[in-house]
Structures are given as C-alpha cells and as structure tokens.
C-alpha cells in the first residue's frame, strides 16, 4: 500500500503540470469557485450548531454538573479532550454529506475532467455519448450513495468511539483516514467505468488498492489546509491525479 501511496502524491504534483500544460484552468475554476462557496456557506452554518448540539448533549447528560461535583482536573481535562474529539468528528460527518453532494451534483463536470485528461494523453478524443454520460452520472450517484451509507456506518462507530477516554483521542485520525479512502474512492472509479468495469469489479479493484484512493483523499483534504485557493483547486486536482495514478498502476 506504501507504494500506492507514493504513487497518488506523486500524481497531485504531475497533475499541475498537466494542467498548466495543457491550459485546463476553465474547468479548475468555475466547478472550483462553486465548491468554494458552498464550502464556505456549508461549514459556516455547521459549526455554530455543532457547538450548539455538543454543549445541549452534555448539559443533557449532566457532564458538567457533575464534573464540579468530583473537583477533579484529571476527569475535567479528559472528558474536555472528549469534547473537542466529538467536534471534530462531528466536522468530519459534516463534511462527508458535503463532499457526497458534492460529488453527485459535479460528476458530469468531474467525468468530463478525467475523461478530458485520458483523452489528452492518448491523444484521441472519446466520442461524446448523452446516453453514455446519463449511464456515467447514475452510476456515481450511485456508488455515492452506497459509500455514504458505509461511511456513516463507520462514522456512527467512531463517534461512540470518541467517548471512551484516551482511546477515543485517536478516533478523528480513524475518521480522517475514512474520509480519505471513500473520496479517493469516487475519483478513482471514473477511471475504472472507462475500463467497463462493473460496479462490483470497480468495488474489488479499489478495495485491492486503498493506498490509490486514501492518498488522493488525503492530498485533497490537505489542500483544504490553504485558504481559497485550495478550495478552489482540491476538486479538479483530485480528478486528474486519480486518472494519473490509475495510468501509472496500470504501466506497473
């Protein structure tokens, strides 16, 4: 997996450069400006009521009540760290639904975009097919779907995870590797639907190499670490470098 791993950073950095190349900045920008926007509505509005849901849950409870009755500051900085893992899955589960909407709504965009890259490299153009890119955009919505449903499987467990002191500090790292993979996921599987690969071979086939799928998820999320322009850029880079990276398997 370490060497998947290699390979899909290593496609992010060829992936500028095919695009600046190639000058494909028009369909970086505009998908890239949207997501941005909504990006930045979407987590405005959560995380004032994901503060709101964690301080109604333990006045609910009666954490603090009764932490000021055991006067401990062991139990109060453990069940504080609780507190903040608990945010910070809850910004993670936030942004799960974000991303899969995301995807459903920019699939046909994201389908062109690798197709476009795939095109590039062969130096032949695809013939464009209406019905062809309907079947494309029911199938991601699709695969969406069923790794959202995954996904909040695994995320439900990891929060119940989050309460248990010490051990639950690692859960956002556990999530953070989960978003990763089902991201990496979607991107990957454009490249895979090219190689008439059904659904369960596209299932199989990534599941045999995670580290294509989790290293471009997580390069897309640490692009969100700089403002606005990573935002921007985070989608469309991810597209290509997954088409790149599955090219580069494929030659090994």
Known sequence: MLKEL???FESFYKAHHFIVQHKLWRWILIPGIIYMLLFITGMYFFISSANDAVNYLTNLIGID?????????????LFMMGGIMVQVLLVFFYFSFF???FLIVGSPVFAYLSEKTESIIEGRDFPFSFKQLMKDII???KLALRNLLWQTVYTVSILL???IPLIGWISPLISLFVECYYYGFSMVD???ERRKLSPAESIRFISEHKGLAIGNGLLFYLMHAIPFLGWVLA???AVIAATLSFREMEKK
């Open 99 to 101: 991303k899969f909407f």
């Open 161 to 163: 995870l989050s309460f």
């Open 6 to 8: 290699i390979i899909a």
């Open 139 to 141: 199938r991601g919505i």
């Open 190 to 192: 454009y490249s895979c």
């Open 235 to 237: 989608p469309s880079y």
């Open 65 to 77: 009540r009764w932490l000021q009755e055991q006067k401990s500051g062991i139990l109060s900085f």
